[in-house]
């Protein structure tokens, strides 16, 4: 919120009530709870603050009184000891990302970590009112976190990849700029609680806490976000498998949270999501020639594993079939329709796969089959089959960006 824009409340006098809008990443550094940069966070209790995966309230509205009488004619966004200061009150357990709980009520000399200097664009007079908008965000809580890449081809540009820290940042600072945080006569307004997986096995566990965090969402609309990328692989401590988990982990906790009524606003709503993660609707609509999609054909692995020069000949088989019968599709194309000659070369596709990897061109038969065994025989690999598609030529590709349907932006 701009500091030019007009203050909620213009005097405060101590032992108000009020409330103060928590913002996790303001209570980080030497300033905050957590001197090591892992911000203390409130959380409703010891599950959600002690076992893995940590859930905690990131951003949102907590009660507190004031300590000092303040005015706001002494107010200077610049200097911090002119601002209220408060201490935030009701809220006895706290955790973060990497250290354990703190119960307010058995550690008085944690106290202090409650008494804040607040910017008073975040404090209103106490009301109680629920936000209007509850958010529920999985991310990527591992010991590396995710290269954003910005750069280079493939990059991401400013925003970053999508499931990392920096996309997220982005994402939450037009949230708060778009949404506000609210008023205490009009209410409105949202919160963030935040769950910090480092694996698959927390993906699985945090399913359980569905009611739970259904419950602690105070929102009017509730809504989940889930920025983390499903993959056909098992875990790895490689670095550069940070944010990866295993897809079908991914969508059980989905739909385990939209089964409480909490709407999937990132990706998409798991039965989407799930489509195409897994790439199989390649297959399944590449016959359509208005749909213009390269030619495709799915192979299972054990057809693979049994025979690969055999299972290549029946995929580049698989494919001619399926390249004549859309050539002779009533309303086919020049493109569909192409110059009569039988496919020769393609490439070789794994579901559940981002930036980039898991695809091999190949030529002929015989390069076929090898790239059939060569992707199904990576360590840690358990997808059940691939995908085969004839090669098409391009220039460039765009990203089409919709929302309900309609296209608002192209990059």
């Not at 709980?101 to 000399?109: S, V």
Request: charged share 20%; with cysteine; glycine share 10%.
């Amino acid at each position: 919120m701009a500091a030019s824009s007009p203050l909620p409340v213009t005097s405060l006098k101590k032992d108000d009530r009020v409330e103060i809008f928590f913002l996790k990443d303001c209570y980080g550094g030497n300033n905050g709870p957590a001197a090591d940069g892992d911000p203390w966070c409130p959380t409703t209790g010891p599950t959600f603050a002690l076992k893995f995966p940590k859930v905690m309230l990131t951003e949102g509205w907590l009660p507190a009184l004031v300590l000092n009488d303040w005015d706001a004619s002494k107010y200077n966004p610049l200097q911090r000891q002119t601002w209220p200061k408060v201490q935030i009150v009701e809220h006895q357990f706290w955790t973060s990302k990497k250290n354990s709980m703190i119960d307010m009520r058995l550690e008085p000399q944690e106290h202090h970590r409650l008494v804040k200097n607040i910017d008073p664009h975040h404090v209103r007079m106490y009301c109680g009112m629920p936000p209007a908008l509850s958010l529920f965000i999985v991310r990527w809580g591992g010991h590396c976190s995710v290269d954003p890449t910005v750069e280079g081809d493939g990059g991401w540009g400013e925003s970053g990849a999508s499931v990392s820290d920096r996309y997220i940042a982005n994402f939450l600072d037009q949230l708060h700029d778009t949404v506000g945080v609210g008023s205490a006569a009009q209410g409105g307004g949202y919160e963030i609680w935040s769950a910090f997986v480092q694996n698959t096995r927390e993906v699985g566990v945090l399913g359980n806490y569905a009611p739970g965090v259904h419950c602690a969402m105070r929102g009017v609309h509730k809504a989940g976000f889930y920025y983390l990328w499903p993959v056909e692989w098992q875990d790895s401590s490689d670095p550069s498998f940070a944010g990866y988990v295993e897809g079908q982990a991914l969508i059980e906790l989905m739909k385990s949270f939209e089964g409480e009524g909490i709407y999937t606003r990132f990706p998409y709503n798991s039965h989407l999501y799930s489509v195409i993660a897994a790439k199989t609707w390649q297959a399944q609509l590449s016959v359509f020639p208005e749909l213009h999609i390269p030619t495709t054909t799915k192979m299972s692995r054990v057809q693979i594993l049994s025979d690969p020069r055999r299972a290549a000949q029946v995929a580049m088989d698989s494919l001619e079939t399926l390249r004549k019968a859309k050539a002779n599709w009533a309303g086919a194309g020049p493109a569909e329709k192409g110059d009569g000659q039988p496919i020769t070369s393609g490439m070789v596709k794994l579901g559940w796969s981002w930036e980039g990897t898991s695809v091999w061109k190949f030529e002929g038969v015989d390069q076929l089959a090898y790239q059939l065994s060569h992707g199904l025989l990576q360590a840690g690999l358990f997808g059940e089959a691939v995908m085969i598609q004839e090669y098409v030529t391009f220039d460039f590709e765009m990203r089409f960006f919709c929302h309900w349907g309609y296209r608002f932006g192209l990059w």
